[in-house]
């Protein structure tokens, strides 16, 4: 017999009660970051990789936006959409500790102890951090290394629409990695 999804310590309910998807999110969500930090490995080389295309990008196009003219718009569009698009395309990085999670809770949505939803919720919210993590130390390297507009708030628009990039771009490949689980094979 399985049990439930919720440590006695938590108050789990008996069978007859349902337990509320937010309760089963919290859950889920201290099980992933425990799993995380557990597993720190998993962090730190897509961090590593992360940062090393960043140092890549960082000394191809070191200081151009320094002396920008009207012709030079085009470059800096191109060179920011090669960001966001490198940067997004290294997501498929996080699909085997994806696979890992998917094998566990197909076992446990089989015995029912816990929906869709609220194991979705869970895993969003605790690889959110580490994501936002990336996308600080990814756009700290790349902002002031291309030398950008050195505008108030501009370093954070940078931060957050790389953050909402990497995000994106993992909801993507969990999404073929949950139609197609051989994917990386």
Not at 5 to 13: D, K, L, R, T
Not at 21 to 28: E, N, Q, S
Not at 88 to 101: K, N
């Amino acid at each position: 017999q399985m049990k439930s999804a919720v440590p006695e310590s938590w108050g789990a309910p008996n069978k007859s009660a349902p337990i509320d998807p937010i309760r089963h999110a919290a859950v889920l969500f201290h099980r992933s970051m425990l799993n995380t930090l557990r597993n720190p490995l998993v962090v730190w080389v897509r961090m590593g990789m992360y940062a090393a295309l960043s140092v890549v990008i960082a000394t191809v196009w070191w200081d151009i936006g320094t002396d920008l003219k009207a012709g030079d718009v085009d470059d800096l569009a191109a060179i920011l959409f090669f960001i966001a698009a490198f940067q997004a395309f290294m997501s498929v990085s996080s699909m085997p500790s994806f696979l890992e999670d998917r094998t566990v809770y197909l076992k446990e949505n089989a015995s029912g102890n816990y929906g869709v939803l609220a194991h979705n919720a869970g895993a969003f919210l605790a690889r959110t951090p580490f994501v936002a993590l990336i996308a600080v130390v990814c756009s700290a390297i790349i902002y002031f290394a291309l030398a950008l507009n050195s505008g108030e708030g501009r370093f954070f628009v940078f931060v957050l629409n790389l953050f909402l990039t990497l995000v994106a771009a993992e909801a993507v490949v969990f999404l073929v990695a949950t139609i197609c689980p051989i994917f990386i094979v």
